[in-house]
């Protein structure tokens, strides 16, 4: 369940909890788990902290999200924010962003959603590609490429790939 009404107690405690100044909070319990509850008390549960231009404004804004995907809170800077929030916010982005690196690409399907079949620096990971635009060649040789559940993946140097895993993203381009 997404979220609970004002008052309802969980089992777990927060273990940390930053608090904003239009009265929303952030709570990260012992478990791992990220809970936001708004400024009327109402807990929004393993909710998401996503930057809003991960790539083009890294130290941009960011956005706390709900488990459905709507957005509850816009952060327009972290620096911007009190330390115990600051601290739960970069740590959370932080984990979020420590990207899986592609070393190599096994298939890529044809059409759209593309589910692609690759080995990376975590293991074997299977997910689908929504749309052309989320895989993005940068100007250095390498490239990112974001699943339809809005997981990034890096590919270091495309340069660097077997010549096979390269043909496969040849034919993807």
Known sequence: MPHTTPGTTLPDTAAQTGTSTEGWRLERHAHGRLDFVDAHGIRHANVDVLRAFPVSAPAGPAAIVAADGGELAWIESLSAVAAPLRMILETELAQREFLPRIEQIEAVS????????????????????????????????????????????????IAALDPRSRRLLDRKG
């Open 110 to 157: 044809d059409g759209e959603p593309a589910e692609w079949t690759v080995v990376t620096d975590r293991g074997p990971h299977r997910f689908k590609v929504a749309h052309a635009d989320d895989f993005v060649t940068q100007p250095d040789g390498s490239a990112f490429v974001t699943d339809s559940h809005g997981m990034r993946y890096s590919i270091p140097s």
